[in-house]
């Protein structure tokens, strides 16, 4: 695939600019793409048979050959690959190629035990860069534009990932990674950067700073911000689309399957278009194993269909969420997944209520006074689970307000999601603040 030499001028309807970097492959027939899919699937499952003994005794465990995979719908019966089957095999035991044949690794440390670690061949890093370069292009941003990256470099796949996804672009890039925060605003303002790439809880924390040394970014050259790699709330992006003058596009990823750019909004923000092209999505219930038929909220799993280094079969992502096959206003035919509500790992179940963080997010934001700083707590008492909620008011709020704000959020979070919660308003600054993943949870109960 080549680089932005296939980029078209694409045309206008209903106001809306049709254009695409990858026009044949982002507006495929669904027919066609699915075809495409089986392709690449059958020789994906080669690929793993052939050259990682472990995925080859799982598929002969359940009497499976590549050749025996003659429809999508086939898929269903393919082993499950969780994420402890990379720790199971740490570091290299997943890996389709020998070493001489890889170009790079990545890891994600997690909170327990060994690191994650994902190889990439050349064309792995090829395929990486176009698709990153396909999401930002469908996120708005065009050749030339200066990209401030505020992602982490380094084993996350977050700074690398979108660095050479702007390159691939023609964009500009700003290779700034975390922390700094007031010199990544001094950057942004001098270099006049059109695009801020960032976690959206990073980009929270510069755009507070922003204000408090009086720089208004709203004024700044910035107008798209390309966030990810953790849950955000529809509340979330307008609060930091008025705050930084931005149109906040989402982007999805992992690094078990690839990093940033598996997934990505177009302009129409409503929903991230997987790219089918190199990924199979299928959505099922975290509990059975079941798939989903489109629509139902479950937990998505994904195949790999190009990578030659790390080849994934059905990968349980623990994320949650919906798929659609809707046309999208844009033109592009690729599925698109709705808003990840959440990571199966983070949802908390309070007296037999599920939920997210994001959700409580949602209702503070609803609530005049908080800024959008919050963590929760969740402790034991006695044999219950009970949640606290710690949030932030805005500059300026008197301290005998707390009470009474306090009062009303508990109100609301109980009406709005059905559970009691103990909210704690605090003062400004008493909540750390993020500089790539944000932590929501804080979790004291006893481990068992
Ligand atoms: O977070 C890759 C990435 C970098 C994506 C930059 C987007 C931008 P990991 O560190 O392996 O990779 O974490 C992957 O982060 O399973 C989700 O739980 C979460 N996540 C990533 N993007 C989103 C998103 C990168 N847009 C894990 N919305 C995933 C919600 C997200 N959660």
């Known amino acids: 695939m080549g680089a932005i030499s296939t980029a078209e001028t694409g045309y206008r309807t209903g106001g809306l600019e049709r254009s695409f970097l990858h026009r044949e492959q982002e507006t495929m027939p669904r027919e066609r793409l699915a075809q495409l899919q089986l392709e690449r699937l059958r020789a994906m499952l080669q690929n793993a048979y052939d050259n990682v003994p472990v995925l080859r005794q799982r598929l002969q465990a359940k009497g499976l050959r590549p050749a025996d995979i003659r429809t999508l719908d086939d898929v269903a019966q393919l082993p499950f690959t969780?994420?402890?089957?990379l720790r199971d095999n740490y570091p290299f035991g997943l890996f389709a190629r020998p070493q001489g044949q890889l170009a790079r690794l990545h890891a994600s440390s997690g909170t327990t035990g060994k690191p994650t670690v994902v190889g990439y061949t050349h064309e792995d890093i090829n395929n990486w860069s176009d698709l990153m370069a396909r999401s930002m292009f469908a996120a708005g941003i065009r050749p030339g534009d200066v990209v401030h990256n505020a992602y982490g470099y380094g084993l996350f796949t977050g700074g690398l990932g979108a660095h050479y996804g702007a390159e691939r672009l023609g964009a500009v890039v700003v290779?700034?990674?975390g922390g700094s925060t007031e010199r990544q605003i001094a950057l942004i303002m001098d270099f006049k950067a059109r695009v801020l790439c960032a976690t959206p809880s990073y980009a929270l924390a510069i755009a507070e700073l922003a204000e408090q040394q009086g720089v208004d970014l709203r004024q700044s050259a910035l107008r798209v911000g390309l966030?990810?790699?953790?849950?955000?709330s529809a509340a979330m992006r307008r609060e930091i689309e008025s705050r930084i003058g931005v149109k906040a596009v989402d982007i999805y990823g992992?690094?078990?399957?690839?990093?940033p750019g598996v997934a990505c909004e177009c302009e129409c923000q409503d929903g991230l278009h997987?790219?089918?092209?190199?990924f199979l999505f299928e959505v099922i219930d975290p509990d059975t194993g079941r798939p989903l038929p489109e629509g139902e909220a479950g937990e998505l799993v994904i195949t790999t269909l190009t990578k030659q280094a790390l080849p994934m079969i059905r990968y349980r992502t623990r994320d949650i969420t919906r798929l659609t096959t809707q046309p999208c206003d844009c033109g592009r035919t690729h599925v698109r997944i709705l808003r990840i509500t959440g990571r199966n790992d983070d949802m908390l179940i309070i007296r037999g209520v599920n939920v997210y963080p994001s959700q409580i997010e949602a209702v503070?934001?609803?609530?005049?006074n908080l800024a959008p700083h919050y963590q929760l707590v969740v402790e034991r008492k006695g044999i219950l689970d009970q949640v606290r909620v710690e949030v932030e008011a805005l500059p300026g709020v008197s301290t005998q307000q707390f009470d009474a704000i306090a009062r009303d959020v508990t109100h609301h979070i109980k009406s709005m999601i059905g559970i009691s919660t103990d909210v704690t308003v605090q003062p400004v600054g008493s909540i750390p603040r993020s500089q790539g993943?944000?932590?929501r949870v804080r979790d004291l109960r006893p481990k068992q």
């Open 82 to 85: 969780v994420k402890t089957d």
């Open 254 to 259: 992992l690094s078990e399957i690839m990093g």
């Open 274 to 278: 997987g790219w089918e092209d190199h």
């Open 437 to 439: 993943k944000a932590v």
């Open 227 to 232: 966030f990810g790699a953790e849950p955000w």
């Open 364 to 368: 503070l934001l609803t609530r005049p």
């Open 175 to 177: 290779p700034m990674s």
